[in-house]
């Protein structure tokens, strides 16, 4: 499976613009037809209908607490493919020129779509985060806020029921995940605020990655994008995954984890501005595991230097 092949979504959450503004900005780029649907009254939803007959949802999010009801807009994509990434980006372009802004509290919601995955593939992602989460929580400069209420880590009790269970379906893993098997995941379940929530699995279809601190940079949404596309091919392309966390170096980390973007697929010109916006805060030196070597300093004696220039050959 080549990440390019994977179709995602993702949820951009903004401030001091209204749902309508952000819609009308949606439009701009998209075309179709806007018009403010208002049910379920608590989201108060606008929905762009583009070209191709798709939705896009412009939403209130009330844990944007702090902001006035109307300024809340969290942007929900469609489905859509890795070629559609410039479109998308675009969009996001339209919005910051629409005014539309972010505060610590917005962040960004990728979803995966999680048809490709059974329960040993969905095992190797999360085995595969868990060893490189140190790496990954740093790289993407994640609040302490969000750390402990939003995007909480991989759970170590998670990964040792996968290690002792080996799940092979997705039936199995939820009953790992949820520690029963829950056969009607609602909404709001305790478990979805993980950096990894494998709960939208079973509620929505799609694994979610919640790490990021949101962002109209539309560049940096492209590299979180490519980051979770490939993290999610690695996992379906493994035969199997270590679960060996990492320490953290800060030394070698920015080493260490450009090693982990190549394995991920992220090689090449295509994924220059991922790596350089992904590798941004990452301690050491990326092509130096052990940091760059201090230049040797040489002595030049006097009869070595120039102690033939008065000779003939």
């Known amino acids: 499976m080549d990440l390019r092949d994977l179709r995602f979504g993702i949820e951009i959450e903004t401030v001091k613009r209204t749902r309508e503004q952000i819609a009308r900005a949606v439009h701009s780029v998209v075309g179709g037809t806007v018009r403010h649907v208002g049910y379920p009254s608590c989201y108060d939803p606008w929905e762009v209908k583009d070209l191709r007959g798709r939705k896009w949802k412009i939403v209130n999010d009330a844990s944007l607490s702090g902001v006035p009801s ?9 489905v859509l493919t890795y070629d559609e990434i410039p479109q998308f980006q675009e969009v996001v372009r339209a919005v910051r020129r629409a005014g539309g802004r972010v505060n ?4 960004i919601h990728i979803h995966i779509d999680a048809e490709p995955f059974d ?5 190797n992602l999360a085995k595969m985060v868990y060893k490189q989460e140190p790496l990954i929580l740093h790289a993407l400069g994640i609040s302490s806020n969000r750390l402990s209420q939003y995007t909480r880590p991989v759970c170590d009790d998670l990964i ?7 799940p092979t379906t997705k039936e199995e893993l939820n009953r790992i995940w949820y520690g029963y098997h829950n056969s009607q995941p609602q909404h ?39 980051f979770c596309l490939g993290i999610a091919a690695k996992a379906l392309n493994a035969r199997s995954a270590s679960s060996r966390k990492r320490d953290f170096n800060i030394q070698s980390a920015k080493y260490d984890f450009r090693v982990f973007l190549l394995h991920l697929g992220l090689i090449g010109d295509e994924f220059k501005t991922a790596r350089l916006h ?7 030196d990326a092509a130096f595991k052990r ?3 201090q230049p040797t300093e040489t002595t030049t004696h006097p009869t070595e230097a120039g102690s033939t220039s008065g000779l003939s050959v």
């Open 291 to 293: 940091g760059r070597p």
């Open 104 to 107: 610590t509290q917005c962040g």
């Open 160 to 166: 040792r029921s996968i290690e002792q269970h080996r």
């Open 278 to 284: 992904l590798m941004k805060n990452m301690p050491g």
């Open 119 to 123: 329960g040993r593939k969905l095992g």
């Open 70 to 78: 109307h300024l809340r807009a969290e942007l929900v994509s469609p």
């Open 188 to 226: 709001y379940d305790r478990t979805r605020y993980r950096g990894l929530n494998l709960h939208n699995v079973w509620y929505r279809g799609t694994v979610e990655f919640r790490w990021f601190e949101s962002t109209l940079h539309a560049g940096k949404i492209k590299a979180y994008l490519q």
